[in-house]
């Protein structure tokens, strides 16, 4: 049997300085792992690795990226850009080859179909293998995210105060009328960034990422995520700074006979009906409209 690479504790969850429970990633060690992984069977594992601890070994990336991923490391004209994503897409390719047994530089990278327009810009899939994963990264953090259900994983490096505020707008009015009751500047950005980060994770582990308007669906900015229909959403801890969330599906097995969570909903007000939604609640028909051409992500 393969062994696991760290101790499963390290991703267990903990507890934020307010009480409310929080995964920890796992730190991925420079250079090529030493051990295969056991693959997720119930939660999903999420990992953590900085840049700036991976500079010696960028150039391992050139040797193990397909060439698809090395045009576009090419394409990047900032040189913290083409690190950020070299670090990035080794360490993925890294732990999708101890998942799969199989040499890092051979794992096939694919698109499943966009739920929008059934492009192949959907989630990121290695065909024929029963393991999804999400990947993002910000400043000098990228984190990744696999397990036994379609999942997503955001970080960000918080804005300045008044690039939130003007974003807030962009936001489910619950969550917008959330941030609007925090007086203090700090706590509205750190709320902000927790909201942002819950949404975008569950809108890349439904497969749309932006081209669904985030103020769709009703997260929260509170301390605590508010579950979505068939979806869990769990904020993560990162360095000061940042902020981080993961949502992953449940099985079908595992949902009440209706399909929803306990706590599923999309906002305090909100009676939509989610009961036509496809496999792992994508949602479909009217739930779904593209964004305006004025709207603009946090982060390009």
């Known amino acids: 049997m393969p062994a696991t690479l760290l101790d499963s504790a390290t991703a267990a969850a903990t507890g934020s300085a307010t009480g409310v429970p929080v995964r920890r990633p796992r730190p991925v060690p ?52 083409r690190d950020r994503y070299a670090a990035a897409h080794l360490g993925l390719r890294r732990l999708l080859g101890a998942y799969l047994a199989v040499d890092p530089a051979e794992v096939v990278l694919d698109r499943e179909p966009c739920p929008l327009c059934a492009g192949p810009h ?23 995210a696999f397990g036994p259900t379609p999942v997503g994983v955001d970080v960000e490096l918080l804005p300045e105060p008044e690039v939130a505020d003007e974003l807030a707008d962009s936001l489910h009015p619950g969550e917008t009328a959330e941030l609007a009751r925090l007086a203090a500047p700090a706590d509205r950005l750190a709320a902000f960034g927790r909201c942002w980060c819950r949404k975008e994770a569950y809108l890349k582990g439904i497969g749309t990422g932006l081209g669904v308007d985030p103020a769709l669906a009703y997260v929260g900015a509170g301390e605590r995520p508010t579950g979505l229909p068939g979806w869990t959403l769990a904020d993560l801890a990162v360095p000061p700074g940042y902020a981080a969330a993961v949502a992953y599906a449940a099985p079908r097995s595992a949902r009440p006979p209706d399909g929803r969570e306990p706590s599923g909903g999309h906002g305090p007000s909100d009676s939509q009906d989610s009961s036509d939604t496809g496999p792992f609640d994508v949602p479909t028909g009217s739930e779904i409209r593209n964004l305006s051409t004025a709207y603009h992500p946090l982060f390009p």
């Open 122 to 144: 959907g989630r990121p899939a290695v065909p024929g293998a029963d393991l999804h994963f999400s990947l993002s990264h910000s400043g000098d953090l990228v984190l990744f």
């Open 30 to 81: 420079p250079g090529p792992l030493p051990a295969a992984l056991y693959r997720p069977h119930q939660l999903p594992d999420v990992w953590q690795l900085a840049v700036s601890e991976h500079r010696a070994v960028i150039g391992d990336a050139h040797q193990v990226l397909d060439a698809a991923e090395r045009r576009r490391h090419a394409e990047l004209r900032i040189a913290a850009e």
